[in-house]
């Protein structure tokens, strides 16, 4: 059971290149989130899912899109990566029933030049 | 809305000694209450959560916190703190019967133990 798996875990960008960040969880949850970790302010929720085919804006969501195409997978992609993006990315998930306590992957270090 | 507030942004303990995070909350329905633990290069662990029932809480690694709904106050403790426990913490507040269990962070805090 590997849990909440992240690809990449480290990933350099120039601004205004693109890429697709990759969650993959085998727990069978329903629920999947993709927080940013910035110095200083916490996590904050960039966009989640409650289900299969289904993804909603959270505190932070602009610059970002999502996909959530199959259960296990969660995928957060950058169009035109800008600088104020650099950034850890956590993804998450939780059961629907026990949505309380959510499951976190080791994370991507993100760096926009 | 709900807020976290967690009071030192870094703490400094020697081994052996008491520790003590500080957390508070504000949150206009009964709130979920949560401590992660992120140890370098890690994701975030849960260390212990307070949904209902009993208000002080144990959790893995031998913290505890207590809930105290009057002092809107979730502060995680450990009797003698252990080089291991080295970390962020972050405190965390869920809103009961959001649709989606959307958690609110604190800014974390950098524990330090000396030995």
């Known amino acids: 059971n590997a849990g909440v798996t992240q690809t990449p875990k480290f990933r350099v960008l120039k601004t205004g290149q693109s890429m697709t960040l990759l969650c993959a969880q085998d727990?069978?949850?329903?629920?999947m989130y993709w927080y940013r970790q910035d110095p200083g302010m916490g996590l904050r929720l960039i966009h989640y899912?409650?289900?299969?085919?289904?993804?909603a804006k959270g505190e932070v969501p602009d610059g970002y899109n999502v996909s959530r195409l199959k259960k296990q997978n969660f995928l957060l992609g950058l169009e035109s990566a800008a600088p104020s993006q650099t950034s850890v990315y956590f993804c998450?998930?939780?059961?629907?029933?026990?949505?309380?306590?959510?499951?976190f992957g080791p994370g991507t270090r993100l760096t926009v030049l | 809305a709900q807020s976290v507030t967690q009071l030192g942004s870094h703490v400094s303990v020697s081994e052996g000694a008491l520790v003590l995070l500080r957390c508070n909350y504000s949150?206009?329905?009964?709130?979920?209450l949560f401590w992660y633990v992120q140890y370098p290069n890690q994701g975030l662990q849960l260390l212990l959560k307070?949904?209902?029932?009993?208000?002080l809480v144990k959790g893995i690694n031998g913290f505890e916190a207590e809930f105290k709904k009057s002092e809107t106050s979730f502060h995680l403790t450990k009797p003698s703190a252990h080089m291991s426990d080295a970390a962020e913490y972050f405190c965390?507040?869920?809103?009961?019967?959001?649709?989606?269990?959307?958690?609110?962070f604190g800014q974390g805090t950098i524990l330090t133990v000396h030995p």
């Open positions: 998450a998930s939780s059961y629907e029933r026990r949505r309380d306590t959510q499951y």
């Open positions: 727990m069978n949850h329903e629920y």
């Open positions: 899912s409650v289900g299969e085919g289904t993804t």
């Open positions: 949150s206009s329905v009964p709130p979920y």
């Open positions: 307070y949904t209902t029932g009993a208000t």
């Open positions: 965390a507040v869920s809103r009961y019967g959001t649709s989606y269990g959307k958690l609110t």
